[in-house]
């Protein structure tokens, strides 16, 4: 697995979470320059985007979570980070880290739990 994330958890709505994927040797010559981002996967549900960032630090958030989530990266540490606030019952799903090289090969991380509860 080429992304490891982590961060997930339980939380109560309104509350927050901070998810973070880092990127392993076999991407580290090509981070830098790629496109990262989250995808989530409710029960039952297709996996969708959450957020994205490209190479040069252009943002794009899905409408459910403009203005909640915000999308960040550390190209020095090879990271990628979602901070997670006023959390929703809704927000509840598996997220996935992902990044797509400048060859447009996908990779994708394991996946981190994140439930919230009403």
């Known amino acids: 697995v080429q992304l490891q994330a982590s961060g997930g958890g339980s939380v109560q709505a309104g509350g927050s979470l901070r998810l973070s994927c880092k990127g392993n040797r076999a991407i580290s010559s090509f981070f830098n320059p790629s496109a990262v981002g989250w995808y989530r996967q409710a029960p039952g549900d297709q996996r969708e985007l959450v957020a994205t960032?490209?190479?040069?630090?252009?943002?794009n958030y899905a409408d459910p979570v403009k203005g909640r989530f915000t999308i960040s990266r550390d190209n020095a540490h090879k990271k990628v980070y979602l901070q997670m606030n006023s959390l929703k019952p809704e927000d509840t799903a598996v997220y996935y880290c992902h990044l797509r090289s400048q060859y447009n090969i996908d990779y994708w991380g394991q996946g981190t739990l994140v439930t919230v509860s009403s």
């Open positions: 960032m490209s190479g040069g630090g252009a943002t």
